[in-house]
């Protein structure tokens, strides 16, 4: 039974295998030119879907926990009829219904169960964790059944599955029921189950205690001169003296113009320190429990077990790619660094370079060798103009219309809501949601949250998606528009190809619908899209000065693309730093500390060191969101990414003919077809990597 990315507090990332979550922005950000609505009035003004979502968004406490349990209820009756029959009695016709009542199931239970990510009621964030809770064990419960699993084994054996789509569902659940335990003896399955629900329990109570987290840090008046007007306008005062969220909101703010190496260290040891020790500890406790998982599971480690069911398939293969990588790029890493010290020491500030100084003096390097300013970029990009934009961009390649629904039923004030239908035939296709702005309590990156997939319902009827993009870009400074740096257009452009992806596939089955596609694949469709936001063409689009309504001009774009490549080395060391930290923690055994290892790991692979004291790992939440021995897919799937960019580079950025067969070859299959497959049904050959390894400044 596939649960939503909501259900499973993703994210992103894409979130969420996309799990969304798309994902949310890496445990340390790494570099300064990256960072991680009001309503986006410019929508065109076409006629719009009623707001028919069938979701209900305002239920009590005691009312979400009602329809809870009546989900559970139901689905359990459901599926006790179905699974009457003996599994050699039957066929494709048996296995469709059981994957109805399971998307029944999801969809009846995708608000109560995703509400505590996203409610500014704290009474309705807490019946939601206790729904999300059941939904969890229900749902462990169904994927270890091992009546379910026997049908699906008898169905593939009878072969009586319609192809491609129906012999793809039947092989996912049969894959599924092996990697849940469904075919162990009965206490062995149960042990399966109980640590299943406690892995669930252990990252759902990680991302609560994220997601909690209120760390400030005091920066006094003096300390404060060098930050902007606008960002000091956001901040509350204690005394004369600041205090500064630590968040990823305020990361690349704070840190890009703080001009004292003291409060910048101050802060990066705070931004390593969230979650604090009790979710290292729960990290601790998780990698123990899949560990164990694993072995009962025939596996050799957690990390075997979850690629078991990836494009990657061993983690050797993973080890290679990272080794790569690790090695061509750390001495382009290490020079980086060395450089950026000359830089420092000649600007009067003598001493080694520490990592809490690499962004500040890699922005003051940025500025006056490229003379580019983060604060004069942030200008040309409003929030309004840029929604507009973007809007227009995937309207033109995709061939869909959007239309802002005039009075959103939504979680939460401020939440706007859309519907989409195919321009060409005018035919409905679903909504989505915008929710862009923090608030206290709510999911504290930036993700798609698929909330609710398409698929064909048992009248025949297709059920029209539902899908959201929760954020937290800075508020407004008062009398501006709130205003973007560049890096925050890209997220939402990579986060918005999430949503098309969740809402434009026609896969006929919750299981294999849009961004159920294999993990490691399900970034590659939004990071080419990022590769959009590198073309002058597009940045034209995308940016109007709030002031003058200008877009940037030629020379300001050129210098932007002339530093894409300023700090790869770092960036793609330390990404692959990431990669290796998840891979190892969990393919080492159930005792392998996670702080030590990091902090080994990190002096080995990266120019820097870690801050002692400090533990990054427990605000490493893709490690407990769905990204457990599957970090390494934002680099696997890049691969993919930067080869499908190339026919857009060929034949058009905005060739309407490419966007289409973009759509119908990438997006609408979702997973009932293998990532291979979409990616030589598109470019007309297979994938080569070359395009990869030349965008990263490796020979291939």
């Not at 039947?170 to 990697?179: F, L, P, W």
Request: charged share 20%; glycine share 6%; proline share 7%.
């Amino acid at each position: 039974m596939r649960r939503s990315t909501i259900q499973s507090a993703m994210l992103a990332m894409v979130m969420l295998a996309a799990l969304g979550a798309a994902p949310p922005a890496s445990p340390t950000p790494a570099a300064s030119n990256g960072s991680p609505a009001p309503a986006a009035s410019a929508a065109p003004a076409t006629p719009s879907l009623p707001a028919q979502t069938g979701l209900n968004w305002h239920e009590t406490p005691d009312q979400l926990t009602a329809s809870c349990d009546a989900a559970i209820a139901q689905a359990r009756a459901a599926l006790a009829k179905i699974l009457t029959i003996q599994p050699t009695a039957a066929t494709f016709t048996t296995l469709a219904a059981i994957e109805n009542a399971s998307a029944n199931f999801n969809d009846a239970t995708a608000v109560q169960s995703g509400l505590y990510l996203l409610s500014p009621d704290a009474a309705v964030r807490k019946a939601s964790q206790g729904c999300s809770q059941k939904v969890t064990d229900f749902t462990v419960e169904m994927s270890s059944d091992p009546r379910i699993y026997a049908v699906a084994q008898h169905v593939a054996q009878v072969g009586d599955a319609p192809a491609p789509a129906g012999a793809k569902l039947d092989e996912y659940y049969v894959i599924g029921g092996k990697r849940a335990g469904a075919g162990l003896d009965d206490a062995t399955r149960k042990k399966t189950t109980q640590l299943f629900e406690r892995i669930a329990d252990l990252e759902r109570d990680f991302a609560l205690q994220l997601a909690g987290d209120q760390t400030t840090i005091t920066v006094s008046a003096s300390e404060a001169k060098s930050l902007t007007p606008d960002f000091l306008a956001t901040l509350k005062k204690s005394g004369s003296s600041y205090l500064v969220p630590v968040n990823e909101s305020t990361y690349e703010q704070y840190m890009l113009s703080e001009s004292s190496s003291a409060a910048r260290k101050r802060f990066v040891t705070a931004y390593n320190m969230r979650g604090g020790l009790k979710n290292v500890e729960r990290l601790q406790q998780a990698v123990a429990a899949r560990d164990e998982l694993a072995h009962l599971l025939g596996y050799s480690s957690w990390a075997a077990y979850q690629l078991d069911a990836k494009m990657a398939k061993t983690p050797e293969r993973v080890e290679t790619l990272l080794t790569t990588i690790s090695t061509k790029l750390l001495p382009k890493a290490d020079s980086e660094v060395a450089a950026l010290g000359s830089f420092k020491n000649g600007e009067g500030s003598p001493g080694p370079i520490q990592r809490w100084d690499y962004a500040y003096w890699e922005n003051k390097l940025v500025e006056k060798k490229y003379a580019v300013n983060d604060r004069l970029v942030r200008e040309y990009f409003p929030v309004d103009h840029v929604i507009a934009s973007v809007f227009t961009i995937y309207q033109t390649l995709l061939g869909v219309t959007f239309a802002q629904i005039p009075q959103a039923d939504a979680w939460a004030p401020g939440v706007t809501e859309y519907s989409i239908t195919d321009t060409a035939s005018g035919k409905p296709i679903g909504w989505f949601y915008l929710d862009l702005y923090p608030r206290p309590g709510k999911y504290n990156h930036f993700a798609n949250f698929p909330i609710r997939p398409g698929r064909v319902l048992p009248d025949g009827t297709y059920q029209k998606p539902v899908s959201a993009i929760v954020g937290n870009w800075p508020v407004a400074a008062p009398g501006k528009p709130a205003l973007l740096s560049h890096e925050d257009v890209i997220v939402f452009f990579h986060e918005f190809g999430h949503l098309m992806h969740s809402t434009l596939s026609i896969a006929p089955y919750e299981t294999l619908y849009g961004t159920a596609v294999r993990p490691d694949f399900v970034e590659a469709p939004s990071q080419m899209l990022e590769n959009f936001m590198w073309q002058p063409s597009i940045l034209k689009m995308v940016s109007s000065n709030y002031k003058t309504g200008e877009p940037l001009p030629d020379d300001l774009i050129q210098k932007m693309i002339a530093l894409k490549h300023v700090d790869d080395g770092y960036q793609w060391s330390t990404q692959a730093f990431y990669a290796q930290y998840d891979m190892t923690i969990h393919s080492s055994g159930p005792n392998i500390n996670v702080n030590s290892t990091w902090f080994d790991l990190q002096k080995k692979m990266t120019p820097f060191s870690g801050i002692p004291g400090t533990y990054p790992e427990a605000g490493f939440d893709h490690l407990m969101g769905g990204y457990d021995a599957g970090y390494y897919g934002y680099l696997w799937s890049r691969v993919y990414a930067q080869d499908i960019f190339t026919r857009f580079q060929r034949e058009g950025l905005l060739n309407p003919t490419v966007g289409m067969a973009y759509r119908k070859d990438i997006l609408e299959p979702g997973a009932s077809v293998e990532p291979d497959v979409l990616v030589q049904n598109f470019l007309g050959r297979p994938m080569n990597p070359d395009a990869f390894y030349q965008d990263i400044g490796i020979s291939p």
